[in-house]
């Protein structure tokens, strides 16, 4: 059954939803962007209510500024007060919840690190952010891919039949091809100390609790991620899809993961 209910964060009264469920172990989900709580197309509903039928509470809430929350809306750089107060939401709100595990996407999962430390019992990391930007719409990707993104589409181009008959056939723009076999070769200069990649690199490295990372390889936010940061030892499962949010047949890979993290943090 789901719930609506409120708690407070810094004087702020914020909303939140609850989808009961006997297990030990539950889902606090933290929404992308600025994204309420029932996620783009509701795909954050239907994630809880097919994780809660598993067995498992799920916990969404709408940080301050966003949906029926109150407050000022400080973004996911600014929303570590919003994450704990919604962890201790969860377990006074489900009090058999003794292990609780977040999920966020995008820059809900840059947060999820940068806050750290907070009073959880695992992480599931999906397409983490890193770009330097205060565009934090989850589903607004950047003008231009990573360059490991145009290096590997290079060089599918390069292996394609097609290309090559061009490419005897003069066809092809040399000068073109030149700065592409160039930009192959290049490595991706190293992260300033202070950037965002650098600091996610650290919190990596420093987590307390256990992780997973979730890569869909066909998205420019998760291209870029495992270009610019080292995940640090934490297991990193890849899925080959574009879809950012892990939208359509993909979300039956999502649910497979997160149930997988759940029911091991309630052995």
Same mark, same amino acid.
């Given at each position: %059954?789901?719930h ?5 964060? #810094?004087?702020d %009264?914020?909303a939140?939803?609850l989808d009961?469920?006997p297990?030990?172990?539950?889902l606090?989900?933290? =929404?992308?962007? #600025? ?7 509701r795909?954050m ?5 097919r994780?809660?039928? /598993? ?8 940080r ?7 407050? $000022?809306n400080a973004?996911?750089?600014g929303?570590?007060?919003d994450i704990a ?11 058999p ?7 966020g996407?995008c820059d809900? /999962?840059?947060?999820l ?8 019992d695992?992480?599931?990391?999906a ?6 930007s205060?565009?934090e719409? $989850?589903?607004? $990707?950047?003008?231009l891919p990573?360059?490991s993104?145009i290096?590997?589409?290079? %060089? ?6 097609? #290309?090559?008959?061009r490419l ?5 723009d ?11 070769g290049?490595?991706?200069?190293? =992260? ?9 690199d650290?919190?990596m ?5 256990p992780a ?6 066909g998205?420019?936010t998760?291209?870029?991620?495992a270009? #610019?940061?080292d ?9 080959? =899809?574009?879809s950012?949010?892990?939208a ?7 649910? $497979?993961?997160i149930?997988?993290t759940l ?5």
């Open positions: %059954m789901r609506q209910l409120s708690f407070a964060c #810094n004087g %009264m914020l939140a939803s009961e469920a297990g030990t172990a539950g606090l989900i933290i =929404s992308g962007g #600025n994204e309420v709580r029932s996620g783009a197309h795909g509903a239907t994630l809880a209510q994780v809660a039928a /598993a067995g498992y509470p799920v916990f969404r809430f709408d301050r500024g966003v949906g029926d929350s109150e407050g $000022e973004g996911y750089t929303s570590r007060d107060a919604a962890i201790a939401a969860f377990r006074t709100a489900a009090p919840v003794t292990r609780v595990v977040a999920f996407n809900a /999962a840059s947060a690190l940068l806050h750290q430390p907070l009073a959880l695992a992480l599931i990391l397409n983490p952010w890193t770009y330097e205060d565009d719409e $989850e589903t607004d $990707e950047p003008a990573p360059s993104a290096r590997a589409r290079y %060089m599918s181009r390069l292996k394609d039949p097609k #290309n090559l008959l005897i056939k003069g066809e092809i040399f000068r073109k091809l030149g700065r592409g076999l160039l930009a192959l290049t490595a991706a200069p190293p =992260s300033a100390p202070d950037s965002l990649p650098a600091r996610l650290a919190a490295a420093g987590l307390g609790c997973t990372i979730l890569l869909a390889t998205d420019r998760a291209q870029a991620f270009q #610019n940061c995940s640090g030892g934490i297991p990193v499962r890849r899925l080959s =899809s574009p950012h949010s892990f359509g047949d993909d979300a039956d890979w999502l649910v $497979e993961r149930l997988a029911g091991s943090a309630e052995e």
